[in-house]
């Protein structure tokens, strides 16, 4: 004859199954959610990228990561994931607390939507800021088609956005971005300026020029000029080429 301590025993597993049948699907669930794609207003990435894929979506991640090479370093805007972007993707993957594997997938793709507008710029930065000269002369007018001398704003703020949040996220303020051949001769800007490839950023802001200027060795900025340079010891200049021409002497640069 059975105790009154086993008759209950179907029903409790009866109730353990169920419950083992509910968790299952709340993890598959979980799952299913974790890497579904998200669709953005910019952009949308549709496959983890790794060491040796190529492609458009290489070409934008890239751009996204460009602030990310290491000291004196830059990323190529080439479609080719190679070794170089696979340390900035993890230096990106760092700066904001994700796992540092150098994979760029749903996690790190869900990271840059929070971080970007619908019309692709970080969200600290748009483009009427980096269209400031003479104020503002739309893309046109300098060396480069508008469509170009855009491209290049866009990965110049890109490169911003990474050296503000490595700043603790506090404001760059932008003084000069884009320059027309016209609006540069105006303010006496060099004949060969990157201002008018917009590829550049004057920047001053709540830390000290030369705060802006040792940091910006960091993100892939090939030009800076700041403190002791003739003409700019009231901002730092900040460019995108990529070689580099670096001489803030007050600051020891």
């Known amino acids: 004859m059975l105790s009154h301590f086993q008759k209950p025993l179907p029903r409790i597993l009866a109730i353990l199954a169920l419950f083992a049948a ?3 699907t709340t993890v598959a669930t979980s799952v ?14 549709s496959r983890t990228l790794t060491e040796g894929t190529s492609g458009e979506d290489v070409r934008q991640l890239q751009i996204r990561v460009a602030g990310y090479p290491a000291y004196g370093g830059h990323i190529a805007a080439d479609g080719a994931f190679g070794p170089a972007t696979k340390a900035a993707v993890q230096r990106f993957q760092s700066a904001y607390g994700l796992g540092a594997d150098g994979v760029a997938g749903p996690a790190t793709f869900s990271k840059i ?6 019309d692709c710029t970080p969200i600290h930065f748009t483009y009427a800021e980096l269209d400031d000269g003479c104020g503002g002369s739309g893309w046109d ?52 300026s990157q201002h008018l490839y917009g590829r550049s950023a004057d920047l001053v802001g709540v830390h000290s020029l030369c705060t802006l200027a040792k940091q910006a060795r960091y993100h892939g900025f090939g030009g800076i ?9 009231d901002h730092t200049h900040v460019d995108i080429r990529t070689s580099n021409s670096w001489s803030a002497p007050t600051c020891g640069i």
């Not at 299913?32 to 990435?45: L, P, R």
């Not at 939507?113 to 619908?118: A, P, V």
């Not at 000029?225 to 010891?233: A, C, V, W």
Request: net charge negative; hydrophobic share 35%.
């Open 113 to 118: 939507y929070s971080l970007q507008d619908d």
């Open 141 to 192: 007018g300098g060396p480069l088609s508008a469509a170009a001398t855009k491209a290049n704003a866009l990965q110049t703020m890109w490169q911003l956005e990474a050296m503000r949040h490595a700043l603790g996220d506090q404001p760059l303020t932008i003084t000069s971005g884009f320059r027309s051949i016209p609006c540069n001769n105006s303010v006496g800007g060099a004949s060969n």
């Open 32 to 45: 299913v959610t974790a890497t579904k794609a998200h669709a953005d207003g910019c952009y949308t990435w």
């Open 225 to 233: 000029f700041g403190p002791g340079y003739p003409g700019h010891d």
């Open 22 to 24: 509910m968790l299952a």
